[in-house]
């Protein structure tokens, strides 16, 4: 069976940057998602179309088919007081914000000086080419409430 859309797909893979610094992995069981249902970023599920369980491929994936450009615009500095009283704010830290239009975004810490910090709404590989090395383990039916809900359920089932 190849991977196309409907089609559940396991799978064993390795995440590096351009200077081969493991980013992540799929380390102590594989991973699986719902091909063709937006659950990965487009350049490797475009790469992983056609493939059939025993493949194994290395993909090159530029921000444009991931998760897109750095936007500067995204980068804004904030008062210390938008942050909880008791929390020590650091650099690297992720918090909930409500974005623009109501929506929530997750912003990371980028710089603290002072009463200033300096959040960065851009997902964290935002502008960086990614590297996958690839095992293709599984393709299989999607089942029918796995493609009703878009993602693929355990061999328990869901809790949502």
């Known amino acids: 069976m190849h991977i196309e859309a409907r089609k559940v797909v396991t799978l064993n893979y390795t995440l590096t940057d351009k200077e081969g610094n493991v980013i992540d992995q799929s380390t102590d069981s594989s991973f699986a998602y719902l091909h063709g249902a937006s659950n990965i970023i487009p350049g490797l599920e475009s790469a992983l179309t056609g493939k ?14 991931a998760y897109g450009e750095r936007d500067p615009e ?10 909880p009283e008791d929390t020590e704010i650091e650099v690297g830290m992720q918090f909930h914000a409500q974005g623009p239009g109501g929506e929530t975004l997750v912003v990371t810490i980028a710089e ?10 851009n997902h964290p590989l ?31 089932g869901h809790d949502h």
């Open 112 to 121: 603290v000086e002072g009463d200033t910090i300096t959040v960065d709404g």
């Open 126 to 156: 935002a502008g960086i080419p990614l590297n996958f090395a690839v095992e293709v383990i599984e393709v299989r039916d999607a089942s029918e409430e796995e493609l009703d809900h878009g993602h693929v359920h355990g061999p328990g």
């Open 52 to 65: 059939a369980a025993g493949d194994s491929l290395n993909v090159s994936v530029e921000p444009s088919e």
């Open 74 to 83: 995204k980068t804004q500095s904030v008062p210390r007081n938008m942050f």
